[in-house]
């Protein structure tokens, strides 16, 4: 197998700006593909990925020519979740997207490959994460990786309905191995 051309970095403060071009155009993909767009309250969005690079959350695929092509950020707390936040048995995972114009498959498997070991590595069994009701594609998405819906919900910032996902780590990581 070749080696691949790119490598899984954490974000650093300079590399916002090609994250936040990467949001943007999953965003716009997302909209003209599913009809909605996954974020909507932009500045929000900026935003909360500026705080999460800052704290060393955001992990890039980032290529030997330097660009950034997919990004995951993952958190031991999301104030989404609730009072299941606190149960210290996950590793929230957000912004799992790559650019649909350069982007591959393989850095987004990549990158959610990373997120499973990542969980390991801080002791967490379960990887959770959220998505808006609409995006019927990429929920089957998540269950196809082994994620199961576990309750419907409003986003504060929007009030769009948003959908709760978790999965055991370990089957995600068997999930993604197969898509190798």
């Not at 958190?75 to 606190?86: F, H, K, P």
Request: hydrophobic share 35%; proline share 3%.
């Amino acid at each position: 197998m070749p080696k691949s051309s790119f490598q899984i970095v954490q974000a650093k403060a300079d590399d916002l700006p090609e994250v936040k071009l990467l949001l943007d155009r999953a965003n716009q993909y997302a909209a003209e593909r599913a009809g909605t767009p996954m974020w909507t309250a932009m500045d929000y969005v900026y935003g909360r990925l500026e705080r999460q690079i800052k704290r060393g959350q955001c992990y890039i695929a980032r290529h030997k020519d330097g660009s950034i092509t997919a990004s995951i950020c993952c958190n031991e707390r999301a104030v989404i979740w609730g009072d299941a936040s606190r149960d210290g048995k996950a590793l929230y995972i957000y912004k799992w997207m790559k650019d649909p114009v350069r982007g591959k498959t393989a850095e987004a498997i990549a990158l959610m490959r990373f997120a499973c070991e990542e969980a390991k590595r801080r002791g967490k069994q379960v990887l959770r994460c959220d998505t808006a009701a609409e995006h019927d594609k990429l929920i089957k998405y998540y269950q196809r990786l082994g994620f199961k819906e576990v309750r419907r919900f409003e986003y504060k910032t929007t009030g769009r309905p948003g959908v709760l996902l978790e999965s055991p780590a370990q089957s995600v990581l068997k999930a993604v191995k197969t898509k190798d």
